[in-house]
């Protein structure tokens, strides 16, 4: 199971940004030390996070259903004076926002597991 919580609101009905994601919430040494009970009240458990894709020009951001709890992301174009970003820059757009989920997650689990 995969979980993920601090789901802010967005401007669309029914769809949230999730700002963190644990991949092991149950594991006994690494986990949230909650229940799938308690889990469910602070954020979504799916099985599955698919992976965003690369879109020239482009930069993912993660979202979720929350009535079907489906999982997907949006692209958003990356704005920039002059020409379109290179596959380079944006691929290290995506991995800074990657970075930026792995640090919040890091910093619950460094103070006790939310």
């Not at 769809?15 to 594991?27: A, G, Q, R, V």
């Not at 992976?51 to 709890?69: D, H, W």
């Not at 002059?82 to 919040?104: F, H, P, S, Y």
């Amino acid at each position: 199971m995969i979980f993920l919580g601090d789901l802010q609101e967005t401007q669309e009905s029914n769809i949230l940004k999730p700002c963190f994601i644990h991949y092991c919430p149950f594991d006994k040494d690494n986990g949230l030390n909650k229940t799938e009970k308690e889990l469910k009240e602070d954020g979504i458990l799916i099985e599955y996070l698919p992976e965003a894709e690369n879109k020239e020009g482009f930069y993912s951001e993660i979202r979720v259903n929350k009535e079907t709890k489906e999982v997907f992301y949006i692209y958003n174009k990356i704005k920039k004076e002059g020409d379109l970003l290179t596959a380079e820059q944006l691929k290290i757009k995506n991995l800074e926002n990657r970075i930026e989920l792995m640090q919040k997650a890091l910093d619950e689990l460094s103070m006790g597991g939310m």
